[in-house]
């Protein structure tokens, strides 16, 4: 690690540039905003102070989105990585048809969000989906389920539609790391250990420890900030089962037209973020941050 | 031996239904008509593929079923149409985001693994905490800005938010791979006199190549599969992508499945594509060259 006292900015302005343009002015206007009360009915927008705040806090909705959203986040970001992880390992060895399956495995990329949840509605349907097709020719059903209609089911369903739109990236991305670790380092672990656990554990894992920290980072705060699979598939539903923090925001805002409760909202979510990602770095040390 | 590769099949034969069953769904959805796809008597077998829903997001003329008497004329839309359209902008876009995330993002992220410098922290906290405020909460006032730089409604702001909103993790992850590299080779590079742009362009970015790929592939999808921002920036038909174009059909409960599912599989085949090639050659086909070494 060396000192570069002169232009080091020459370098990292491109890159701040942009990322200032739609951050700074924007962000402090959103905190404008849920420090006011804009509601698109009411004209004038005065200063409320925390007021958004309180409100948003104490509403019905506020504990049971958070328990879903802690709850979808505790279960979706470490689900992605671990089959991410897993899906890459297993890409690395060689079997008959390799090449397609690497392919078909990007494939959940492609597919926009809207796509995605349409096509996973279509899995789940009670009448005409796939899934209750196959669990009823298999016997292990007698009748069709309706997996978007029970509470349960749906916020599962929603899960595992938003885990598979994820899988694809923590894939690549861990085939990258894992194609960047040194051959001899691979070698001496072949020639060391016949477990392949112990491999896995001992010498990959920590090789590829960075990129999992940072795809456990990027996956929480996917889960904890998307909401457009919830939208299109449940609309939240049924009762309050599938219904996120990061949906309110989009609800407060848009649907009620109370920018100023969906801006709060939007800063508690934040808030949260922060914190996932400290809890995330301190569980995990790595010099992600290049501190050594 | 061989019980290890029956275990690998199996394994494969599983990843392949997970990931790729509901999108052989919707083929299976493109090919055959409402009529006989919700109808569980009959099955594709006793009719065989029909093909005119691709021949009418391509050429217009109306399917056959529809110009029936009793037709319900409502479930085809226009919209379908649009889909050629929006996926040529979407991959221009997604292709741009993706150029420029490596261009913008590269030379940050090698001076974030490589170096120390004055306020390094402060910027490097400011890239990692910009992407926690949910896109939501900042459509309002990001619409603003774009419309007071003359973007909206062109491929150009679009492209512009989403580079921005996808450069954090590019510099993220990028960083995280130029650490990865062997100091020595720096250090060699230093000791003849390379000075710090050439040691990033003539050793990190070439040992590097295949994790870029992986990464601009990263920003690649990010681009292609956003909705909200391309939805508001988007304005007229023209600069629409595909994820609104999409997004629309999707929720218009009128259009047939049968039109749904084509609009959905033309629309992944060349951004699979497009995704292939970059991974097969860019990421796999530097990796056998053994550059890592």
Redesign the interface.
């Known amino acids: 690690m060396w000192t570069l006292k002169r232009y080091p900015f020459v370098w990292l302005l491109p890159a701040l540039l942009p990322v200032a343009l739609v951050t700074l002015y924007p962000v402090g206007h959103a905190l404008w905003t849920s420090l006011h009360s804009v509601m698109l009915l009411f004209p004038g927008e005065p200063f409320v102070g925390l007021e958004n705040y309180t409100r948003v806090v104490t509403s019905n909705y506020f504990a049971v989105a958070l328990r879903n959203s802690a709850t979808f986040t505790a279960l979706a970001a470490p689900a992605v990585v671990a089959i991410g992880v897993s899906l890459a390992l297993f890409l690395r060895r060689r079997f008959f048809g390799r090449t397609m399956v690497r392919s078909i495995v990007l494939l959940p990329w492609v597919l926009p969000g809207a796509i995605s949840a349409v096509l996973w509605t279509w899995v789940f349907h009670p009448s005409f989906g796939l899934l209750n097709w196959v669990l009823l020719e298999i016997g292990i059903l007698d009748r069709s389920v309706s997996f978007l209609a029970s509470p349960w089911l749906a916020f599962i369903s929603v899960l595992v539609a938003h885990v598979w739109t994820q899988i694809p990236f923590a894939v690549v991305l861990t085939m990258a790391s894992l194609a960047a670790i040194h051959p001899e380092t691979m070698e001496a672990a072949r020639l060391d250990s016949r477990s392949s656990w112990k491999r896995f554990r001992f010498v990959i894992f920590p090789e590829i420890k960075p990129m999992v920290v940072v795809l456990l980072i990027y996956n929480a705060l996917m889960a904890f900030t998307s909401y457009d699979l919830v939208y299109a598939m449940t609309g939240g539903g049924p009762g309050t089962a599938t219904t996120l923090l990061a949906f309110q925001i989009w609800r407060e805002s848009f649907s009620m037209y109370d920018f100023g409760a969906g801006a709060a909202v939007a800063f508690i979510v934040v808030v949260i973020s922060a914190l996932l990602i400290i809890a995330i770095t301190r569980a995990l040390p790595s010099d992600l941050f290049g501190d050594r | 031996m061989h019980r290890r590769?029956a275990f690998?099949?199996s394994?494969?034969a599983l990843?392949?239904l997970?990931?790729?069953?509901?999108?052989f769904?919707?083929l299976y959805?493109s090919i055959v008509p409402d009529r006989i796809?919700?109808d569980p008597d009959v099955s594709i077998l006793d009719v065989g593929p029909n093909l005119e829903s691709y021949r009418y997001i391509f050429t217009g003329e109306l399917p056959a079923t529809y110009s029936e008497g009793r037709a319900n004329r409502r479930m085809i839309s226009d919209a379908a149409r649009q889909v050629p359209g929006s996926l040529w902008n979407s991959i221009r876009i997604a292709l741009a985001a993706m150029v420029l995330n490596i261009?913008?993002?590269a030379?940050?992220?090698?001076?974030?693994?490589?170096?120390?410098?004055?306020a390094?922290?402060l910027?490097?906290m400011?890239?990692?905490?910009?992407?926690?405020?949910?896109?939501?909460?900042?459509?309002?006032?990001?619409y603003?800005?774009m419309q007071a730089l003359g973007l909206v409604g062109s491929i150009w702001g679009i492209i512009?938010?989403h580079?921005?909103?996808t450069?954090?993790?590019t510099?993220?992850?990028l960083?995280?791979?130029f650490?990865?590299l062997p100091a020595e080779l720096f250090e060699a590079a230093?000791l003849d006199r390379c000075n710090?742009f050439q040691s990033f362009l003539r050793i990190a970015v070439p040992l590097?190549l295949?994790?870029i790929?992986?990464?601009g592939?990263?920003a690649f999808?990010l681009s292609?599969?956003?909705?909200m921002f391309s939805l508001v920036l988007s304005g007229e038909a023209q600069s629409r992508t595909?994820?609104v174009v999409?997004?629309a059909l999707?929720?218009n409960t009128d259009v047939s499945w049968n039109l749904?599912n084509t609009g959905?599989f033309i629309?992944?085949i060349p951004?699979?594509i497009v995704?292939?090639v970059i991974?097969r050659f860019v990421?796999e086909g530097l990796?056998k060259g053994?550059v890592?070494?």
């Open positions: 590769s690998d099949l394994v494969a990843v392949l997970f990931t790729g069953g509901p999108i769904l919707a959805g796809l919700l261009v913008l993002g030379p940050a992220a090698f001076m974030f693994a490589r170096y120390t410098f004055p390094k922290r910027s490097f400011f890239l990692i905490l910009s992407p926690l405020v949910p896109a939501v909460a900042l459509l309002v006032p990001i603003m800005t512009l938010v580079t921005a909103r450069l954090p993790f510099v993220l992850i960083s995280v791979f650490r990865r230093r710090s590097a295949p994790s790929g992986a990464t592939l990263f999808m292609y599969s956003e909705y595909v994820s999409m997004a999707a929720r749904l959905i629309a992944i951004t699979l995704v292939v991974w990421v990796l053994g890592n070494g």
